[in-house]
């Protein structure tokens, strides 16, 4: 069952790394498509960099559930490498444990911030206009699949 459960979420992380590298894919070819533009045409997109700034947003926050996962985030392992085996594991265990504690929190807050501007209906103050609440989608969802994948490796963790 724990083992399902799992499998299940590193699956929606790994979707998560799929659409990451799709957002990066679009995100280059949107400023190469600008940057033939701007040769052939003397003028710019307008919304190139606006643009940008929000699938990059999107890149790094879908990223980051994988990149957990994978166990490829920064770790700064002066203390528990100072520590013995089992003193590890625990300091590990409760690292996680407060993450996960934290992590919910960011979720309720990006969700009430994407909730407010869907309700005020906010847009950026560009030439494009483009509704907030669509790139902020990015980030809570970004924290959904984190808090997700957090849950995913206590589990494995107090295995």
């Known amino acids: 069952m724990i083992n399902q459960i799992i499998k299940r979420i590193e699956s929606l992380s790994k979707i998560g790394a799929y659409l990451s590298a799709l957002l990066l894919s679009i995100m280059v070819l949107l400023i190469f498509i600008n940057i033939l533009y701007r040769s052939l045409f003397h003028s710019s997109i307008m ?94 969802m970004g924290f959904l699949l984190f808090s997700l994948e957090l849950f995913a490796m206590l589990l494995k963790k107090l295995r």
């Not at 996962?69 to 770790?75: F, L, Q, R, T």
């Open 47 to 140: 919304i190139t960099d606006e643009y940008s700034a929000y699938l990059f947003v999107g890149v790094v926050m879908f990223a980051l559930a994988f990149t957990l996962k994978e166990g490829v985030h920064i770790k700064i392992m002066v203390l528990s490498s100072a520590l013995g085996k089992r003193s590890a594991k625990l300091l590990s265990i409760a690292a996680t444990a407060i993450a996960l504690f934290i992590s919910p929190i960011t979720l309720y807050f990006s969700t009430t911030m994407v909730y407010q501007s869907f309700s005020l209906d906010i847009r950026a103050d560009t030439v494009a206009q483009t509704k907030l609440f669509i790139p902020q989608l990015f980030i809570t």
